[in-house]
């Protein structure tokens, strides 16, 4: 249980998850590596695996618990941990070079940020995946508001029925399991980030489908088996992407004039 309010299931620590990526880890919203992601927590966790209305009661026990700290915690001992910059030099020094860490760690840079994101959206690998699924949520809970962040979503549900690959250097070592296990488990990660970003949305914009979408899926997520979810995902994602597009359409947002730009949108820094 404790690992699910660490570091390494915060969206914010969006290169890992319990069973996704081998060493350090790092924090967008504090700018910090992360020596041991798993011991390691803050007030401003946001939860992976479930959509932030599903648990914000247990979030926010978790944020009044940790509320007298303005940085990194030890999640266990409850002492401070002190932030640590990212080197490029060092990592490369070091024999510790992460592209996907080092992408992360470039984000801020980046302007507008949703350039970015976009630039991480395809393909198979499970780390860059999990990376983009995480970010388009940052965006959304930055934003609080889906009309700068319908395209992007957009894009995260015609992932959603990919199961993502992984080499086995991506997986969390410090689980005790079979790799076979470790690959199924990573691919759910994956998944569930990506679906519960969908349930956020779903909760900004006001679709109520959305918000309850795993509800709609019936023997394959509950047996957590991939071969029943696959057809099912392909069908409701496309069923959710016309709901998506209905209502931007109707509010007036769905691809607006050039006048209009994803720039006048976003006026935050994810």
């Known amino acids: 249980m404790d690992a699910l309010f660490s570091c390494r299931n915060?969206?914010?620590n969006s290169s890992q998850s319990l069973n996704i990526g081998?060493?350090?880890?790092?924090?967008?919203?504090h700018e910090s590596l992360l020596s041991a992601p798993a011991e390691t927590t803050c007030k401003y966790l946001h939860r992976k695996d479930?959509?932030?209305?599903?648990?914000?009661?247990?979030?926010?026990?978790?944020a009044s618990e940790f509320a007298t700290f303005s940085g990194l915690v030890s999640l266990h001992t409850k002492q401070p941990t002190a932030l640590c910059k990212y080197s490029e030099k060092y990592a490369w020094e070091h024999g510790t070079f992460d592209p996907v860490l080092?992408?992360?760690?470039?984000?801020?840079?980046?302007?507008?940020?949703?350039?970015?994101?976009?630039?991480?959206?395809?393909?198979l690998d499970g780390r860059?995946?999990?990376?983009?699924?995480?970010?388009?949520?940052?965006?959304?809970?930055?934003?609080?508001?889906?009309?700068?962040?319908?395209?992007?979503?957009?894009?995260?549900?015609?992932?959603?029925?990919?199961?993502?690959?992984?080499?086995?250097?991506?997986?969390?070592?410090?689980?005790d399991a079979p790799l076979s296990e470790l690959h199924d488990e990573a691919a759910f990660d994956v998944l569930f980030t990506r679906i519960?970003?969908?349930?956020?949305?779903?909760?900004?914009?006001?679709i109520e489908r959305l918000?309850?979408?795993?509800?709609?899926?019936?023997?394959?997520?509950?047996?957590?088996?991939?071969?029943?979810?696959?057809?099912?995902?392909?069908?409701?994602?496309v069923e959710w992407a016309e709901l998506?597009?209905?209502q931007a359409s109707e509010e007036g947002v769905f691809f607006p004039s050039p006048a209009a730009t994803f720039d006048d949108e976003d006026s935050e820094v994810a």
Not at 135 to 146: G, I
């Open 50 to 62: 479930l959509p932030l209305f599903v648990v914000d009661e247990g979030v926010r026990e978790h």
């Open 102 to 123: 080092h992408a992360l760690a470039q984000y801020r840079k980046t302007s507008p940020s949703w350039v970015f994101i976009q630039a991480l959206s395809g393909g």
């Open 128 to 175: 860059r995946s999990l990376a983009h699924a995480g970010l388009v949520r940052r965006y959304l809970d930055k934003c609080a508001t889906w009309k700068s962040v319908y395209r992007l979503m957009l894009a995260l549900l015609r992932e959603i029925p990919v199961r993502a690959q992984f080499a086995d250097s991506d997986l969390n070592a410090e689980v």
């Open 244 to 246: 998506l597009v209905q």
């Open 196 to 206: 519960a970003g969908v349930q956020e949305y779903g909760f900004h914009s006001g």
């Open 10 to 12: 915060c969206i914010h």
């Open 211 to 237: 918000m309850w979408a795993t509800d709609e899926l019936n023997g394959g997520l509950s047996a957590l088996d991939w071969n029943l979810l696959i057809p099912e995902l392909t069908s409701k994602c």
């Open 22 to 29: 081998s060493g350090w880890g790092y924090c967008l919203k």
